[in-house]
């Protein structure tokens, strides 16, 4: 871990079949070296970014940390960091959406059921406990990067794998076509 490099981003999501990708995480120990855990967190943003994603979990880049990043699409803000989380409270309502994941690229599913609003309870990247309630997109990336936390992918949730579909960059610009012109415009 302590060859870890900000400038040079040298972390990358792992993908399938990779054993650690299966294997669920252990709590971050609370005398954590706060240097490495700055350096790691910092390396994950830095993954994130440059593979144009909305959430990374540590088994993702190997490491068999309970800890994973979040945001929404385009968030000014960036990531936020979720350090030994656990589920306090998910709503009833479950719906399917659309998922695709780092460590299976090339594919989605726009039939993965997920519970509409969550809160969770976790560590901030100063080791503080935050609070954290979301819904709609953010819950369904939550939820998802939790799941990396326990070696669970987004395609075990799956009803049927017939529901798994491959993304090509036809696929995105005929949704990009799509939402161009279907967008109401003021007359």
Same mark, same amino acid.
């Given at each position: 871990? /302590?060859? #870890?490099?900000?400038?040079?981003?040298?972390?990358?999501?792992?993908?399938? *079949?990779?054993?650690?990708?299966?294997?669920?995480?252990?709590?971050? *120990? /609370?005398?954590?070296? /706060?240097?490495?855990?700055?350096?790691?967190?910092?390396? !994950?943003?830095?993954?994130?970014?440059?593979?144009?994603?909305?959430?990374?979990?540590?088994?993702?880049?190997?490491?068999?940390? +309970? #800890? =994973?990043?979040? !945001?929404?699409?385009?968030?000014?803000?960036?990531?936020?960091? =979720?350090?030994?989380? %656990?589920?306090?409270?998910?709503?009833? $309502?479950?719906?399917?959406? +659309?998922?695709?994941?780092?460590?299976?690229?090339?594919?989605?599913? %726009?039939?993965?059921?997920? /519970?509409?609003?969550?809160?969770?309870?976790?560590?901030?990247? =100063?080791?503080?406990?935050?609070?954290?309630?979301?819904?709609?997109?953010?819950? +369904?990336? &939550?939820? %998802? $990067?939790?799941? %990396?936390?326990?070696? &669970? !992918?987004? &395609?075990?949730? #799956? !009803?049927?794998?017939?529901?798994?579909?491959?993304?090509?960059?036809?696929?995105?610009? $005929?949704?990009?076509?799509?939402?161009? =012109?279907?967008?109401?415009?003021?007359?």
């Amino acid at each position: 871990m /302590s060859q #870890l490099s900000i400038v040079t981003a040298s972390l990358q999501a792992l993908q399938i *079949p990779s054993i650690c990708l299966r294997q669920k995480a252990v709590d971050i *120990p /609370s005398n954590v070296d /706060s240097a490495l855990l700055r350096g790691l967190v910092s390396e !994950m943003v830095f993954a994130l970014y440059a593979a144009r994603g909305v959430g990374l979990a540590a088994p993702q880049v190997g490491v068999g940390w +309970r #800890l =994973f990043l979040a !945001m929404e699409r385009d968030s000014e803000a960036g990531p936020s960091v =979720f350090i030994n989380p %656990h589920f306090v409270d998910m709503a009833d $309502e479950v719906v399917e959406g +659309r998922e695709g994941c780092l460590s299976l690229p090339g594919y989605v599913s %726009h039939k993965v059921p997920r /519970s509409t609003a969550v809160k969770v309870e976790a560590l901030n990247q =100063f080791l503080e406990p935050v609070t954290v309630e979301a819904s709609d997109f953010l819950a +369904r990336v &939550i939820q %998802h $990067e939790y799941d %990396h936390l326990d070696g &669970i !992918m987004y &395609i075990d949730r #799956l !009803m049927n794998r017939d529901d798994l579909e491959i993304e090509t960059t036809q696929s995105r610009a $005929e949704r990009a076509v799509e939402a161009l =012109f279907t967008r109401e415009t003021a007359l």
